[in-house]
């Protein structure tokens, strides 16, 4: 998974017409002034996520701007046995800092298969793209812990019907509450 993620980013884009492509960053900065859309949760400390995030915006650059996914993460790759067949899922992609696509993915892998996965998820794209600068990832993690808050409810009707009728949702809590406090350790262990 790391490697396609990074072949996504090292697209050269140099030469590409690419302004229909949204910025995700000013998608993010929508998200964070739209009180509306998000659901401030506070057993996850969301408004003190959202306010944390608007003191520190914008943020610098610090990565050149490539293609993200948008919504990369094990749900939105189809194999073929231990072929690679298609990444699909594209209709949230743009254009940004990597960081946004690797941390949305952390979260993603980390809900599905753990933090052992996430970490080594991680690691094998840290060392595939030693060009990227991480120091903002805290930042985009807890954007990403933001983002779910505008739609959780989603998925979980396919959820309740693979789990014979059982609402789930309850993990989905647990698993982003861990994401959560482990950005916030990481944050502020590095500050």
Known sequence: ????????????????????????????VEMLNNKDRVILDETLNLSLIRDLLKSSMP?????????????????NILWKED??????DWEDSGLGDPLTDLANSQ???????GMQAMNDFTNRYKSMMPEVNFTNLPFWQLFAALRLSTFPEWGLEKARKISGGKDTSHLFVKRLTEFGKLMFIHFFEND
């Open 1 to 28: 998974m790391a490697i396609n993620l990074a072949k996504i980013h090292r697209v050269n884009c140099a030469n590409l017409s690419l302004s229909f492509m949204p910025k995700l960053e000013n998608t993010y």
């Open 83 to 88: 072929t690679l067949v298609s990444i699909i």
């Open 107 to 113: 979260l993603e892998i980390l809900y599905h298969f």
């Open 59 to 75: 943020l610098p650059s610090m990565n050149k701007e490539v293609i993200l996914h948008g919504d990369y993460w094990p749900g």
